[in-house]
């Protein structure tokens, strides 16, 4: 079966760098979606980014407006990891973050609802101070 650990939480200050990690096993990590999300407290869990793993000559990746230009996903498939970079943090950051997977392709609306994604890990706690 599919398990996804989530890895690379903590506290930093705002404007800080935090780099995520999701090990995948069970399966290929061939021809997936993998993604991120994440929700803060009182709030509903919120879709940040999402690549897929069969994409040649460049990934093919969707990030969630308030992340572009300051998150970035990549892969290593040779160690079935794909990693969130997360550069320029703000305290609105602050959630804790689930990598989730499914089998087939990405799309531009993926990152809308959470059913969307097949597979969760349970989480790595960011927190972002001011």
Known sequence: QVQLVESGGGSVGAGGTLRLS???SGYSLSNRCMGWFRQAPGK?????A?????A????????????????TLSLDKA????Y???NSLKP???????CAARYGGC???ILDSSENMEHWGKGTLVTISS
């Not at 999402?50 to 069969?54: C, D, Q, R």
């Not at 609105?92 to 689930?98: G, P, Q, S």
């Open 107 to 109: 799309w531009s609306r």
């Open 92 to 98: 609105e950051d602050t959630a804790m973050y689930y």
């Open 56 to 71: 040649t000559g460049g990934s093919s990746a969707y990030y969630h407006d308030p992340v572009k230009g300051r998150f």
């Open 84 to 86: 969130l970079q997360m």
């Open 79 to 82: 160690q079935n990891i794909v």
């Open 44 to 48: 509903e869990r919120e879709g940040v």
């Open 22 to 24: 999701c090990a995948f």
């Open 50 to 54: 999402a690549i897929y793993t069969g």
